[in-house]
């Protein structure tokens, strides 16, 4: 799937390139012409010479199994002792992701031996994770009004910090099929549009016990980011006939994007009661370049007794999809009036399972 390092393959999300499997012209080109199509042979001839202008419609839809993966979320330390210290010795807490399902559709038509084709990738994932102690030694790490979180940052004994990710990206894609000849190796090279949204979240409570429910004796922190970006992609993709209906593909893109930022930050403090009292409130709306690489490896079979006409063929493989110069979150360093201007990298890797059908 394409995106921001986005772009038609996403990952973003969301370019996993969409294999076309470019035996169904093929072979058909070979039929046509009467050559051997049986197992373990390819035919010496380029589609310029056989394939019928405006061909057949392919319509994929993939099931994904992506992991994401990001720096930065962390959200508490758990000291050895409760003392009173800027640097607390213990183990950093963070939030780690694991594997989600996702869902690419894609639809293409083939034109001699050029392709066109719109594809969309969604993927959302989400996870939590906590930490308590019996005695006041947990560490804040997030948050920008020190002073008002509970003691100070300080003599905590509960933490919880959820993350959440939500990509979709489109892509309207133009390619070449080229069939080597002599061989049974043919190379797409192929260019796109792409349009991708990403939403990052983080909620963050901090306490002075485990008893929370109530929002009494807690600061909760909210932390957001949205992306709305759009841009081009450039890749190649190459397919290798094996034999019997097998085909081993692989892909790599990148791309380039302009993105539209809204960062939001705000703290609650409900030490008081149950109304709660918005300590501080920061947004800021960028507008910066970001790019993103894809790349994805596969095997495939095609589900036909003649290989003259492939009707349905199945693809499993590996994608990753990496993002690279996005705003990170609002956070401080030493001084409280000092924001952060980090860039962060976002990714998206796992397994895809692929069903074509031509028409």
């Known amino acids: 799937m394409g995106i921001v390092l986005l772009t038609a393959n996403t990952v973003s999300a969301a370019n996993y390139n969409y294999n076309y499997n470019n035996n169904h012209s093929y072979n058909q080109c070979c039929d046509n012409q009467g050559c051997d199509v049986s197992c373990n042979q390819c035919c010496d001839t380029g589609c310029n010479s056989c394939c019928d202008l405006c061909g057949d419609w392919v319509f994929s839809v993939d099931w994904l199994r992506w992991e994401a993966q990001r720096s ?46 719109l594809i969309w990738t969604s993927f959302d994932s989400s996870k939590s994770n906590s930490v308590k102690s019996s005695q006041p030694n947990i560490f804040a790490t997030r948050g920008v009004s020190k002073t008002n979180v509970p003691t100070d940052r300080r003599a905590l004994k509960y933490a919880r910090s959820k993350y959440e990710v939500d990509l979709d990206v489109y892509d309207l894609e133009w390619g070449y099929t080229h069939n080597l000849c002599g061989s049974c190796v043919s190379v797409r090279p192929f260019v796109g549009f792409e349009i991708a949204h990403l939403d990052q979240k983080i909620g963050t409570v901090y306490a002075e016990d485990e008893e929370i429910l109530s929002g009494i004796n807690a600061v909760k922190i909210r932390e957001k980011i949205d992306m709305d970006a759009y841009g081009a992609y450039l890749g190649f993709q190459g397919n290798w006939n094996l034999g019997c209906n097998f085909s081993l593909f692989g892909d790599f893109s990148g791309a380039v994007l ?38 994805a490896i596969g095997l495939n079979y095609d589900f036909c007794e003649c290989c003259g006409c492939v009707d349905f063929s199945l693809a499993i493989g590996y994608e990753i999809h990496q993002w690279k110069c996005l705003p990170d979150f609002i956070q401080t360093y030493e001084d409280d009036r000092l924001l952060n201007r980090n860039s962060s990298c976002l990714s998206f890797d796992g397994l895809f399972v692929r069903l074509n059908a031509a028409f």
Do not use: M
């Open 72 to 117: 930065g979320l962390d959200y508490a330390i758990k000291g050895k002792s409760n003392e009173d210290s800027d640097l607390p010795d213990g183990k950093i807490h963070s939030v780690d992701l694991d594997d989600d399902s996702g869902l690419r559709l894609a639809l293409r038509k083939q034109c001699d031996c050029w392709d066109f084709g």
């Open 258 to 295: 302009v993105g539209d930022f809204d960062i939001k930050y705000a703290e609650i403090d409900f030490t008081s009661g149950d109304e709660g009292n918005v300590i501080t409130r920061l947004k800021k709306s960028p507008c910066q370049g970001i790019s993103h690489w894809d790349a």
